[in-house]
Structures are given as C-alpha cells and as structure tokens.
C-alpha cells in the first residue's frame, strides 16, 4: 500500500466456514486487498462485474457478435474472442 495514503477500514458479513478460513491466514488483511484488487482488475469489461448486460449493452454485443465469434485456444484452453475480420484480411 501506498505511504501517506489514508486508510480506510471497511466490513462485511462472512459465514463461519470463510471465517475460520481467513483465520488461518498470516495476514487475512492483506489477502483480502488483493483477492479485492484482483477481482477489480479482471471483471468483465462489458457487464462490470455482474455477469448481466443492460438492453443497451446487448444491442451493442449483437453488433459486435456478428463480425467475432468466442472459441478456445489450442495451447492454453482460454476462451477467448475471435474477430471474423482479422482471418478474412489474412487469407
């Protein structure tokens, strides 16, 4: 964390199983910032997070979905998205 900066203290409700959990860790605080952080950092670009798109967005996603199609890597069995665009300028 950086020096100099205010922090700030934030609660939240767990059950007795994730509590017994973050009991046992070294150092609980410093898991959760970064469980927090890792989260934040890789949340769905288009939903934020909640797993729901608006009618704004899906509109937008049925745009895009025509010209890009999701599939799974060969090597690493990611899924990922493939533009339709890219396989045409390159045949």
Partial sequence: MAEGKKQEIITFKVDGMLREALDRLPNRSEFIRSAVLM????SCPLCNGTGCLTAEQRRHWDRFAKYHRIARCNDCHATHL????????QE
């Fill in 82 to 89: 493939v533009c339709s665009a890219e396989k045409e300028s």
């Fill in 39 to 42: 989260a934040l950092e890789n």
